[in-house]
């Protein structure tokens, strides 16, 4: 059975201070490992979709890398406004597209 | 691009009732489309998948008779909850895929559902 597990829970940052959430996995032959953002009340916003070990993404302030195992969200000086839950998926060769959901990692920046 | 839009946005009803929600890809051709249900503070549960003129495969225990799935075009899905009661209630969201990408799913804003 595919397994996504997120880590901390919940992060509480100052602006500025740099830090990253964690995504572990098990899955039978990982197709993609997505990032998305999720703000209260809405549906979650894609950021990044990663294939295979070794790969890395970038989009402002946020940087996402893929190891075998795991999967590493960087958050670069952050900003209040990068408050939000963050969601990792995995999608297996054999799933006919289907995600499999982490918990998420609250993120709070205070300014 | 890859907009998708959900209506309604927020819905009450009286229990007993049906409800509809729709689902539409707004800039591109959606060859899936998935519907989740997401509890407070807990992450998204996959209810069930559709394929554009064929039936929707629905989730070990998903009541596909209470949950009716309608994927009628390449941009249009529906959500019909039958006979909502109370524990209906919850805030339902949408994903499409255009089935290029890795077939990232992106997702519609949600529709909140309180069934009185």
């Known amino acids: 059975e595919d397994q996504v597990t997120q880590s901390p829970e919940a992060l509480r940052l100052q602006e500025g201070e740099s830090s990253s959430l964690n995504c572990s996995y098990t899955?039978?032959?990982?197709?993609?490992l997505f990032w998305y953002r999720q703000d209260p009340g809405k549906g979650p916003e894609f950021l990044f979709t990663?294939?295979?070990a070794g790969e890395e993404k970038e989009k402002e302030r946020l940087k996402a890398t893929l190891t075998k195992k795991e999967s590493f969200l960087h958050i670069t000086a952050p900003k209040p406004e990068d408050s939000a839950t963050y969601l990792c998926a995995v999608q297996a060769g054999a799933s006919y597209g289907k995600l499999t959901f982490g918990q998420g990692t609250i993120l709070t920046v205070h300014p | 691009g890859a907009v998708v839009s959900q209506h309604p946005s927020w819905v009450i009803c009286k229990s007993g009732t049906s409800v509809k929600i729709e689902c539409r890809s707004l800039d591109f051709q959606a060859t899936t489309m998935f519907w989740y249900r997401q509890f407070p503070k807990q992450s998204l549960m996959l209810m069930a998948t559709?394929?554009?003129?064929?039936?929707?495969?629905?989730e070990q225990g998903v009541e596909k008779d209470k949950f009716l799935i309608n994927h009628a075009s390449l941009t249009l899905s529906t959500l019909t909850v039958t006979s909502a009661h109370p524990e209906d209630s919850s805030f339902y969201i949408c994903?499409?895929?255009?089935?290029?990408?890795?077939?990232?799913?992106?997702f519609g804003p949600g529709t909140r559902l309180l069934v009185l």
């Open positions: 990663l294939y295979s």
């Open positions: 994903s499409a895929s255009d089935g290029l990408e890795g077939e990232t799913q992106y």
């Open positions: 559709s394929n554009e003129g064929s039936k929707a495969t629905y």
């Open positions: 899955v039978s032959g990982l197709r993609g």
